[in-house]
């Protein structure tokens, strides 16, 4: 067995989402393996790294033959002792089960299920509509996130070459499985730039402008968060342009008149002469030939005003009213109200960030 180990100043960028997700405890992880069973093939070099002040720590446990795989897992059992959570790049359906699976077969007592798990291929999924990803795959990631890197060979390729290391022990193919691993776990430091898009949810707005005419709202604002790479959203005519800390949008108006729907029809009367509905218990003084039975299509508060979509990504909010053009639309709205337009549409944008990770294109 070989250890091998390297580092990477982090130096200036003590304020970026990536330095902040590397906290104590917390290590990078990557494996190469003869194949993709873990049942019939088995691991040859583990890369791990882990943040000490401004250093990017690599450690890197290799198997020289297939017979030394047991010696680099309990190598990396003891690396792993004070370690709380793993971050990974599609490690919780590779990387992470292919461990276990060897380590019980050798043996090997490795408590990886103690781990809080961050999977950076499943945070990709989430956002691969807004960041109009073409792929799922590392490389279409870092192009994505404006991230250049070289790969000469993919760890598929490597499987060849490491069986041919372990005929020769050529120091070339030795140097070219260390360096393979090495620049993917140190390449997975930026990648933690997607955990940017996490922040989202619980996201501040700050508008600092609005205009409107009467078919649409435009507005800018400021975020109390930093994106590494621009995000779009184009849903019913919602236009939504994230790029660093700001926020452009443009909202689709209608004024018109729409409705909003009561509960229970059974406690209201409908009075077809005022079209309107009022509730049964002040219905009393009212003659019964003025009034009739509320039914779900007449039971609803009819109003005129300005109206803005409610993307189909974001949840209907409740205690607020809801409205329609007919029984028959899907489409949901807000009545914009004409004081405090400012703190309205900051709730409104909020809302739309803290479901994005809902929004398919």
């Known amino acids: 067995m070989k250890i091998w180990t390297d580092h990477l100043s982090l130096r200036g960028q003590e304020e970026t989402t990536e330095y902040s997700a590397l906290g104590p405890g917390t290590l990078l992880l990557d494996i ?22 401004d250093q990017l720590l690599l450690t890197q446990f290799f198997a020289e033959t297939p017979a030394q795989e047991e010696e680099i897992l309990v190598a990396f059992a003891n690396y792993l002792s004070d370690k709380g959570s793993v971050i990974t790049f599609n490690g919780q359906a590779f990387d992470l ?37 073409s792929s799922y795959k590392q490389k279409s990631i870092e192009e994505a996130l404006h991230i250049k890197r070289e790969d000469s060979c993919s760890g598929g390729q490597l499987i060849d070459v490491y069986q041919n290391y372990c005929q ?38 700050a508008l600092t402008d609005i205009q409107s005419n009467d078919q649409e709202m435009l507005l800018k604002a400021t975020l109390n968060l930093n994106l590494p790479a621009m995000a779009r959203i184009h849903s019913r005519d919602i236009r939504l342009l994230l790029e660093e800390n700001r926020l452009r949008a443009s909202i689709p108006l209608r004024r018109t008149r729409m409705r909003y729907e009561l ?86 944008l909020e809302a739309l960030l803290h479901s994005i990770e809902n929004y398919r294109s």
């Open 168 to 205: 020769s022990r050529a120091p070339e193919a030795e140097a070219l499985l260390a360096l393979h691993n090495h620049d993917d776990v140190f390449g997975m430091y930026p990648l933690l730039a997607l955990l940017s898009y996490e922040k989202l949810r619980h996201a501040k707005v």
């Open 97 to 133: 089960p292919f461990l276990e699976e060897r380590a019980k077969r050798t043996g090997t007592p490795l408590s990886l299920n103690k781990l809080i798990s961050i999977d950076l291929y499943r945070v990709a999924r989430k956002y691969r509509a807004i960041l109009h990803l």
């Open 32 to 53: 190469e393996t003869t194949g993709f069973s873990a049942k019939y093939c088995s691991i040859y070099l583990i890369g791990c790294a882990v943040r000490r002040d």
């Open 263 to 348: 509960d229970r029809p059974a406690d209201y009367y409908y009075l077809p002469e005022e079209d309107i509905v009022v509730p049964k218990v002040l219905a009393s003084s009212i003659d019964s030939t003025r009034r009739r039975k509320a039914t779900r299509q007449n039971c609803c508060i009819k109003r005129e005003g300005i109206f803005l979509p409610i993307a189909d990504f974001v949840p209907e909010p409740k205690g607020i009213p809801i409205f329609r053009e007919n029984t028959q639309s899907r489409q949901a709205y807000l009545e914009c109200p004409e004081n405090q337009p400012k703190e309205f549409m900051q709730n409104y």
